[in-house]
C-alpha cells in the first residue's frame, strides 16, 4: 500500500489548507490548559509549534499533545461548521471510499477476526464508534457473519447513509452514548482517540460500552512512529486542531489501564511510515541513503518498524 493510494497529494493538500485556514478562526483565549492525556503528569515541554498552536511532550511518558487546546465546546462546534470538515465528509471521504474499503478497511476486519480467532472469542455484538458510512462495519460482517453490529457517529449525515444500510446507528459521540451501556462484546474506534479533548473521557466512554470480559480495539496516531519521529513539526499527521493526541506506546498502556481494562496489548501494524518519509520534503542523509538502497531494504525496514513497535499506527486490543 502506498500513502497515495488513501490520501492523494492534491486532495490531502488542500484539506489540510481548509485546516489551516480554519485553525486561525479560533479564539485561543478561549483555549484550555491540561495536563498530559496519557498518564496524567503536570511535567511537560514545548516540543513542536504548528500552525501557532504548541505541541508538548509529556516527561513522564514521552506523549506529545496539543496543550493549550480548544475546550470540548470548541471543538465540537469546529467539527460541525469548519469548512475543513465539510470538505473531508463531502469530497476528501467520498473519493476516497472505496480504495479505502480494499486498501484498508478489508485488511484490517480479517486481522481483527484473526486475532479473536486465536483468542477463541466470538462477540455476538459489535460496535463501531465512529462509523461514519459504515463501509467498515460492512467489511467487518463479512468475517463476523452471526454477529449483530451496531455504529455511533455523530454525524446526522452520515449516521442516516449508515441506517440505510440496515446498520443500528446512535446518531452521537462515544461520551454520549449512555445509553447503550454494557452492550457489546466488541467495541471498536479508529482514528477518533487523536481528535479528542479528554483522552480518559473518552476511553472511559468506550469502556463503559463494553460488557464485562467484552473487548475494544482502539486505533490511531502515535507519536513514537518513525514517520512522525523523523519529520516533527513538518509531519502532516500533525493538524490541529484536529489532531491533538500523539501519545507514546507506554502512554497508551497507561490510560487504558487507567480505564479499568484488565489485559492491554499495543501494536503498530503500519505500513506507510517509510512510505510517508520519502514522499516528504525531508531530504537527510538517512532518507537519502535508504532510498539508494532500494525496494527491498525498504520493505523490510517497515517490517521493521511495525515488529517493534516503531509505526505511527497503533493499534490498542483492551480486555474488560
Not at 4 to 11: G, M
Request: aromatic share 12%; with cysteine; hydrophobic share 35%.
Amino acid at each position: 500500500m502506498k500513502e497515495n493510494e488513501i490520501r492523494p497529494k492534491e486532495l490531502l493538500n488542500r484539506y489540510l489548507n481548509l485546516v489551516e485556514s480554519d485553525s486561525k478562526k479560533l479564539d485561543k483565549t478561549q483555549f484550555l490548559t491540561i495536563p498530559c492525556p496519557a498518564c496524567g503528569s503536570e511535567k511537560h515541554r514545548k516540543h513542536i509549534q504548528k500552525n501557532d498552536f504548541d505541541y508538548v511532550l509529556c516527561e513522564r511518558c514521552t506523549s506529545l499533545f496539543c496543550n493549550p487546546r480548544p475546550s470540548e465546546r470548541i471543538l465540537e462546534d469546529f467539527y460541525k461548521t469548519a469548512e475543513s470538515s465539510r470538505f473531508w465528509s463531502d469530497v476528501f471521504f467520498p473519493t476516497v471510499a472505496e480504495s479505502r474499503r480494499e486498501k484498508l478497511f478489508k485488511p484490517k476486519a480479517e486481522r481483527i477476526f484473526e486475532y479473536f480467532k486465536k483468542e477463541d472469542f466470538q462477540p455476538s455484538k459489535i460496535c463501531d464508534v465512529g462509523s461514519g458510512y459504515g463501509i467498515f462495519l460492512e467489511e467487518l460482517r463479512r468475517f463476523f457473519g452471526d454477529s449483530e453490529i451496531f455504529g455511533i457517529e455523530p454525524s446526522p449525515e452520515m449516521a442516516e447513509i449508515s441506517k440505510k444500510k440496515g446498520i443500528e446507528t446512535l446518531n452521537t459521540t462515544a461520551e454520549g452514548s449512555s445509553e447503550w451501556r454494557e452492550r457489546f462484546d466488541l467495541v471498536i474506534s479508529s482514528e477518533v482517540i487523536e481528535h479528542v479533548f479528554s483522552v480518559s473521557k473518552f476511553i472511559d466512554s468506550i469502556f463503559n460500552l463494553v460488557r464485562p470480559k467484552g473487548y475494544c480495539l482502539l486505533t490511531g496516531l502515535g507519536y513514537e512512529g518513525f514517520d512522525i519521529l523523523t519529520l516533527q513539526g513538518e509531519s502532516n499527521s500533525i493538524f490541529p486542531p484536529h489532531h491533538l493526541n500523539f501519545m507514546s506506546v507506554r502512554g497508551f498502556e497507561i490510560a487504558f489501564k487507567n480505564a479499568g481494562f484488565s489485559k492491554v496489548e499495543v501494536f503498530t501494524p503500519g505500513e506507510l511510515d517509510v512510505d510517508i518519509v520519502l514522499n516528504s520534503a525531508i531530504e537527510n542523509e538517512f532518507v537519502r541513503v535508504l532510498r539508494e538502497r532500494g525496494t527491498d531494504a525498504i520493505s523490510e525496514f517497515q517490517s521493521f518498524l511495525k515488529k517493534h513497535k516503531l509505526s505511527s499506527h497503533i493499534w490498542i486490543f483492551a480486555k474488560k
